[in-house]
């Protein structure tokens, strides 16, 4: 690249990164405007704009604002105080973020759910909520009220748009209730003593403790993430973002969020993504801006085209996850004007933005700008699973071109904070110590990543267990628990594998199973303790699980066989037919590896 080109492009980042610097610039961890505070804001100034049309109707500023009083308004009349938790369990409305908002407003935090958990899973995140009440809908609510029992403790459920039919002592409709409460904002001395500090949500992620993790998502986070792209994205009140990621994510939820709300612009929620539906509804919309996650843009991409693929009026795709072997295609086929990838995690410090639309790289981190971007790249032991030490017990940076653990240095100040997570525990083990100099603290991203000469950082793969399929993260660990209960089954080892044509990795496990391998019954046990997305793709049969010196199962050649059955050893499975898992055929593999086949 020539001089003048590199000069555009560096003048292209960091006008991209002042715009970003400049919203996020006022947040103050002490201070006391919260995430409300900058909702209000931004109603008073564009009260009679449309915020949100969902699937039932356009709603104004001044109207959502109304309704998140009234939420505030239930949560006072329930007793609920500054501190305490209400678990939100819903698909993608318009009640959802109101319903979170209204509750910042009198100092209560939202534990924010995700819809495709049921049975210990799903109690599993309510318990850590220490929520009393449920938030839910009509699309919900009957999962809620099967793992209710699971939870010990009582929980009372309340619904949107329950029937009258279905009420019950502990679940009661939520409409007449919302409906009929106060739409004059809670009075700002309610939320008095509070600041950018105290925890507004909970976030849930998997980690390899088998799990979801309740990340805290103090009031100077969910700012960060919402006025951070309310600037990165060059938003205006004209623009209109379209949004079909789940509210329960920081990226549908939060950043998907900022870019309209905050700045008089126009948010299209649906309840879940359709590849049919979606050009035809981006153009009838007039969309300008596109949230993603790299796993839908493949979808798109290996869509048949359509009519009105190129008949809309996008200026701008942003998101995370973005594939090297999509973006040119997407870009192009498309023709999407740009691209804002970026990478971020919902409890970390470390944040990444590719304002240059370098095609792969989920960020930049140029040397001309090491101070303002809170991010290293330190040498890591694959097999301790943690960075590398020098003969000084400190850590050592990756040079370009390697690969090595991205970390973020833990400060007091909004850009450099981790909140942590509900359990301390789990907190204690992100912190890494003495890394560069003797009691310095830094965030430990487990991610694998590597930088080239010019800065841009390329995402190689997560430390651990822990994979994404269908943009969701599973836990190896969790899928082991819940399956080695399964019929027949006396061990079992989960791991993802990649697969050619596919963002993330599917999931696969070795069984070993007592007499002759039930496919219908397996089948059956993992619909029924498993959400969708962590449902073994895979199966593959072995007589013994070898395991390490700690008694860890060793899956790295597992992983490296996948499911090759020149290397596998066994009988193979995969998912689909009348038994729930087939033998996988030679024609049925190549058909997988072309991409005829979808998993």
Known sequence: MGLVANI???????????????????????????????????????PDHVAIEDDRRATSYRELDAMANRFGHWAQGRRLKRGDTVALVMLNRAEYIAAWMGLAKVGVGAALINTNLTGHALAHCLAISNASQVITDEDCWRKVEEARSLVGRNLMLWVLGLADADEADERRSLDKPVRSGSSVRPARSVRAGLTNRDT?????????????????????????YMRAFAGATAATEKDVTYNVLPLYHSTGGLVGIGPALLNGGRLILRKRFSATNFWPDVKTTGATLFVYIGELCRYLVNCPEHADERAHKLR???????????????????????????????????????????????????????????????????????????????????????????????????????????????????ILRDVFVRGDRWFRTGDLMRQDSEGYVYFIDRIGDTFRW????????????????????????????????QDGKAGMVALVVDGRFGARAFADWVDQELPAYARPVFVRLIKAAETTGTFKYRKVDLVAQGFDPEQVDGPLYVRGGKSGYTRLSEAARAAILSGDTRL
Request: aromatic content about 10%.
């Open 316 to 430: 701008l795709a942003f998101g995370n996850g973005l594939r090297p072997d999509v973006w040119t295609d997407f870009r192009k086929r498309f023709a999407i004007p740009d691209i804002l990838e970026f990478y971020g995690s919902t409890e970390g410090n470390v944040s990444l933005f590719n304002f240059d639309g370098k095609p792969g790289a989920i960020g930049r981190a140029p040397s001309f700008l090491k101070k303002q971007i809170n991010f290293r790249l330190v040498r890591f032991d694959l097999d301790t699973e943690m960075p590398a030490r020098g003969p000084d017990g400190l850590c050592q940076p990756v040079r370009p071109g390697e690969v090595g653990e991205a970390i973020g240095r833990i400060g007091d100040d909004t850009r450099h904070a981790f909140s942590g997570y509900a359990d301390k525990a789990a907190s204690e083990k992100k």
């Open 200 to 224: 507004a949500l909970y976030i849930y992620t998997s980690g390899t403790t088998g799990l979801p993790k309740a990340a805290k998502v103090t009031h100077a986070r969910a700012r960060t």
């Open 470 to 501: 269908k943009g969701e993260n599973v836990s190896t660990a969790e899928v082991e628990q819940r399956l080695a209960d399964a019929p027949g089954v006396k061990e079992v080892i989960a791991y993802g594998v990649p697969v050619p044509g």
């Open 8 to 46: 555009r492009r560096d003048l292209r980042f960091v006008r991209g990164l002042r715009r970003l610097l400049n919203r996020i610039k006022p947040i103050d961890l002490d201070s006391p405007v919260l995430v409300c505070d900058d909702w209000e804001e931004a109603v008073d100034r564009f």
